[in-house]
Nanobody, 126 residues
Framework: QVQLVESGGGLAQSGGSLRLSCAASGGSFSDFAMGWFRQAPGKEREFVAAISWTGVGTYFADSVKGRFAISRDNAKKTVYLQMNFLKPEDTAVYYC???????????????????WGQGTQVTVSS
């Protein structure tokens, strides 16, 4: 069983930055692709970013490409989401997720991920 705990959310101004962290426990972290999804009030959960289990591939939603970066530290069993040039529309609850050796062709699909964190709120003021 894998547990995921997100941290780093909070309030930021438009144009500002935040870094989210997701610490994993249990399981073999290096075997898991890691993803970030978000859900805004009244909207469905959407893909934000992912990093392959090898760490070689990174994937982003068009809405965050060029502004967000994802990285992982297997020694610390942690994945990071660096969010720059934040916009009010980035306001949402952000969820960390883990899935074992997800293929790159389906890495954006929420149902490919087996484990989910509780989420952390990100609020961007205009």
């Amino acid at each position: 069983q894998v547990q995921l705990v997100e941290s780093g959310g909070g309030l930021a101004q438009s144009g500002g930055s935040l870094r989210l962290s997701c610490a994993a426990s249990g399981g073999s972290f290096s075997d898991f692709a890691m993803g970030w999804f978000r859900q805004a009030p009244g909207k469905e959960r959407e893909f934000v970013a992912a990093i392959s289990w090898t760490g070689v591939g990174t994937y982003f939603a068009d809405s965050v490409k060029g502004r967000f970066a994802i990285s992982r530290d297997n020694a610390k069993k942690t994945v990071y989401l660096q969010m720059n040039f934040l916009k009010p529309e980035d306001t949402a609850v952000y969820y960390c997720s883990a899935g074992q050796r997800i293929l790159h062709s389906v890495i954006r699909r929420a149902n490919e991920y087996e484990y989910w964190g509780q989420g952390t709120q990100v609020t961007v003021s205009s």
